[in-house]
């Protein structure tokens, strides 16, 4: 136990040299962690649309991407574009984010409802789908039929009264039901309802179908250009001639189409660092070319009345975040958010370094400095002193520097200073050999 008294390093000086520049700088460090943002949740809420619809599988596939980085998304079902609009600005519901159809709503609506956009994800035409002899080349020949526009919540319904008014008509023109897409194609095909409107992707499995179906037309929007100047959240888009098949020729000739974009649309109070993540995933799900758009044409910060969140602007000029090429999704947003900490930790850790050190020093030292002074004391008690009483007080000063030297003998200090505890010890010496001396 005699040997632990001397070591290479005192633990408790260190702690009373270091503790309190440690807990300082530690309630600094505290309390600019505080006030930086939060982490993201590990958990979003995400609303498609009806199951098994491609806003689902979309969703879907955003669930299985954002997996990848430890994020679970909760796939919710809706009646679509309109619904989930709804849910997302409701600040008492539980969604984050969702696809929003173009043409939705306006840029003040959506800047009061606190909606932002992370771009828009790909076209949706409006597929136009009837049966006659002739091809129709206005919208003014749909007058009086039976037309399907399916549910309320897919938007479609107001997309078409959109379309309609531009052509100087209204809902009352026409004979309107509203059956979920599936049903109303199978009356369109039954002859219970003369013409299918519907909104969706290139890819929807009723609309690869109808246009394989004989004797079903697709409308073509000749006057696309001048629709799109009138309502500028639509695309004029072309469905080439034979990208359904191209050995059948079908179809036999290009079509003009009218497409609103799927947008991905959060609440602002969505955490920025997932913004940057959902845009990562889009790219791989959008970012194939497609019946109607080019490679890499999506996603992208066009087409979107709402708008675009600073994070997803950022995005697209300079790609994804620095750390996060490098870096798993948590470490780098850790290290993005903490930068203001560690910037903190550098500036005080620098100057703490240069004065702890010494300040330990001092502390080893001091055990052996502040004997010194008791050795002084002993040293002048002789200065001065009656001739009478001279014996008397050399015998108590040589009594005292014994009791010194046996408390000196207990000091435990490092090796490193051992030799400064030597020299003190070499010191008392020689006061005892000065005060024998003056007998």
Same mark, same amino acid.
């Given at each position: 136990?005699?040997?632990?008294?001397?070591?290479?390093?005192?633990?408790?000086?260190?702690?009373?040299?270091?503790?309190?520049?440690?807990?300082?700088?530690?309630?600094?460090?505290?309390?600019?962690?505080?006030?930086?943002?939060?982490?993201?949740?590990?958990?979003?809420?995400?609303?498609?649309?009806?199951?098994?619809?491609?806003?689902?599988?979309?969703?879907?596939?955003? &669930?299985?991407?954002?997996? !990848?980085? %430890?994020?679970? /998304?909760?796939?919710?079902? @809706?009646?679509?574009? +309109?619904?989930? *609009?709804?849910?997302?600005?409701?600040?008492?519901?539980?969604?984050?984010?969702?696809?929003?159809?173009?043409?939705?709503?306006?840029?003040?609506?959506?800047?009061?409802?606190?909606?932002?956009?992370?771009?828009?994800?790909?076209?949706?035409?409006?597929?136009?789908?009837?049966?006659?002899?002739?091809?129709?080349?206005?919208?003014?020949?749909?007058?009086?039929?039976?037309?399907?526009?399916?549910?309320?919540?897919?938007?479609?319904?107001?997309?078409?009264?959109?379309?309609?008014?531009?052509?100087?008509?209204?809902?009352?023109?026409?004979?309107?039901?509203?059956?979920?897409?599936?049903?109303?194609?199978? &009356?369109?095909?039954?002859? !219970?309802? %003369?013409?299918? /409107?519907?909104?969706?992707? @290139?890819?929807?499995? +009723?609309?690869? *179908?109808?246009?394989?179906?004989?004797?079903?037309?697709?409308?073509?929007?000749?006057?696309?250009?001048?629709?799109?100047?009138?309502?500028?959240?639509?695309?004029?888009?072309?469905?080439?001639?034979?990208?359904?098949?191209?050995?059948?020729?079908?179809?036999?000739?290009?079509?003009?189409?009218?497409?609103?974009?799927?947008?991905?649309?959060?609440?602002?109070?969505?955490?920025?660092?997932?913004?940057?993540?959902?845009?990562?995933?889009?790219?791989?799900?959008?970012?194939?070319?497609?019946?109607?758009?080019?490679?890499?044409?999506?996603?992208?910060?066009?087409?979107?009345?709402?708008?675009?969140?600073?994070?997803?602007?950022?995005?697209?000029?300079?790609?994804?975040?620095?750390?996060?090429?490098?870096?798993?999704?948590?470490?780098?947003?850790?290290?993005?958010?903490?930068?203001?900490?560690?910037?903190?930790?550098?500036?005080?850790?620098?100057?703490?370094?240069?004065?702890?050190?010494?300040?330990?020093?001092?502390?080893?030292?001091?055990?052996?400095?502040?004997?010194?002074?008791?050795?002084?004391?002993?040293?002048?008690?002789?200065?001065?002193?009656?001739?009478?009483?001279?014996?008397?007080?050399?015998?108590?000063?040589?009594?005292?520097?014994?009791?010194?030297?046996?408390?000196?003998?207990?000091?435990?200090?490092?090796?490193?200073?051992?030799?400064?505890?030597?020299?003190?010890?070499?010191?008392?010496?020689?006061?005892?050999?000065?005060?024998?001396?003056?007998?």
């Amino acid at each position: 136990m005699k040997k632990l008294r001397f070591t290479l390093f005192s633990v408790k000086d260190a702690v009373l040299a270091f503790g309190p520049m440690t807990v300082l700088l530690l309630a600094l460090l505290f309390a600019t962690w505080y006030f930086v943002e939060p982490a993201p949740s590990h958990t979003v809420d995400f609303v498609g649309g009806q199951e098994n619809s491609a806003y689902d599988a979309f969703a879907k596939a955003y &669930a299985t991407e954002l997996a !990848k980085n %430890d994020i679970k /998304v909760v796939v919710h079902h @809706s009646q679509g574009s +309109l619904e989930n *609009m709804a849910q997302i600005r409701d600040m008492d519901s539980v969604i984050d984010i969702g696809f929003v159809q173009s043409g939705s709503t306006n840029q003040e609506e959506a800047q009061a409802q606190g909606l932002i956009s992370l771009g828009s994800l790909f076209y949706e035409p409006v597929w136009i789908f009837y049966r006659s002899k002739k091809e129709f080349d206005s919208i003014a020949q749909f007058k009086g039929m039976r037309v399907n526009l399916g549910p309320d919540g897919y938007g479609v319904h107001k997309l078409f009264s959109q379309i309609v008014d531009i052509n100087g008509l209204n809902d009352g023109d026409f004979q309107l039901s509203q059956l979920d897409n599936p049903i109303g194609t199978a &009356a369109f095909l039954d002859g !219970k309802i %003369d013409v299918v /409107v519907m909104s969706a992707a @290139s890819d929807s499995l +009723l609309v690869q *179908m109808l246009l394989q179906t004989p004797n079903v037309r697709l409308f073509d929007f000749a006057q696309a250009e001048a629709y799109t100047r009138r309502l500028p959240f639509l695309s004029h888009v072309i469905l080439p001639r034979g990208i359904v098949d191209i050995g059948k020729d079908l179809p036999a000739r290009d079509y003009h189409l009218l497409a609103p974009t799927a947008t991905l649309v959060a609440h602002e109070s969505l955490h920025p660092a997932l913004v940057s993540l959902f845009l990562q995933a889009a790219k791989k799900i959008h970012g194939n070319a497609n019946w109607l758009s080019d490679q890499a044409e999506f996603p992208s910060d066009r087409f979107t009345e709402i708008p675009v969140a600073p994070q997803a602007e950022k995005f697209y000029r300079n790609g994804p975040p620095f750390l996060q090429r490098y870096l798993s999704f948590w470490m780098a947003n850790f290290l993005e958010r903490m930068w203001v900490v560690l910037l903190t930790f550098g500036a005080l850790a620098l100057p703490l370094s240069k004065v702890i050190p010494p300040l330990y020093r001092w502390r080893i030292r001091s055990r052996v400095y502040r004997w010194y002074g008791q050795l002084r004391a002993v040293e002048m008690a002789l200065d001065h002193v009656d001739p009478a009483e001279r014996d008397q007080v050399l015998a108590q000063q040589l009594q005292r520097l014994d009791e010194i030297e046996e408390k000196v003998n207990q000091i435990s200090i490092p090796l490193s200073f051992a030799d400064e505890l030597y020299g003190l010890r070499s010191h008392i010496n020689f006061v005892r050999q000065r005060l024998r001396n003056a007998a």
